[in-house]
Antibody, heavy 119, light 107 residues
């Protein structure tokens, strides 16, 4: 069974970097696409970006140059780094798998990790 | 970016009623729409892919329809476990976008 689990600090100070890990079991991250999605207080959902089976990435332009998604295939993990965070980055962060050979929809999700940006 | 507008924002129903949730895209997107259910304190669950295609393990009371700009998620005879928030998501272009959600609540 495919399982994803996010981990990382629940509290980050403004202007610092947010770093999260998604650990995947039951499926190799060298197949499919793997993404990060966040849900803000008030329920708005935002797709942040993905990393492909080959390691290529695509990001939401709204995040400009603040975001980076990388991976460690030996550990079957992929990572999110978001720089220069503000209180507006407070959200629940999910990692998810896109089904098949193209990132159309997300068929497996992690349980989510709540991150608060506050001094 | 493609904007997805979901309506209504909240829908109050009693168990046994049948409901339709709407998702409208800001431009034509063929059938590149997918529906998710999110219960409180859980992660989203995929219900329908490509507007009308069913997903293994999802109850048959959930169905989807539409193409172009107008899409509908239908729930035939709502059950108590269905009270949650429903989102649509488009895969027609990048960046992927989601609707704001429709909350299905108990009347």
């Amino acid at each position: 069974e495919v399982q994803l689990q996010e981990s990382g600090p629940g509290l980050v100070k403004p202007s610092q970097s947010l770093s999260l890990t998604c650990s995947v079991t039951g499926y190799s991250i060298t197949s499919n696409y793997w993404g990060w999605i966040r849900k803000f207080p008030g329920n708005k959902m935002e797709w942040m970006g993905y990393i492909s089976y080959s390691g290529s990435t695509s990001y939401n332009p709204s995040l400009k140059s603040r975001i980076s998604i990388t991976r460690d295939t030996s550990k079957n993990q992929f990572f999110l780094q978001l720089n220069s965070v503000t209180t507006e980055d407070t959200a629940t962060y999910y990692c998810a798998r896109s089904h098949g050979g193209y990132p159309y929809y997300f068929d497996y999700w992690g349980q989510g990790v709540m991150v608060t940006v506050s001094s | 970016d493609i904007v997805l507008t979901q309506s209504p924002a909240t829908l109050s129903v009693t168990p046994g009623e049948s409901v339709s949730l709407s998702c409208r895209a800001s431009q034509g997107i063929s059938t590149s729409i997918h529906w998710y259910q999110q219960k409180s304190n859980e992660s989203p669950r995929l219900l329908i892919k490509f507007a009308s295609q069913s997903i293994s393990g999802i109850p048959s009371r959930f169905s989807g329809s539409g193409s172009g700009t107008d899409f509908t998620l239908s729930i035939n005879r709502v059950e108590s476990e269905d009270f949650s928030v429903y989102y649509c998501q488009q895969s027609y272009s990048l960046p992927r976008t989601f609707g704001a959600g429709t909350k299905l609540e108990l009347k």
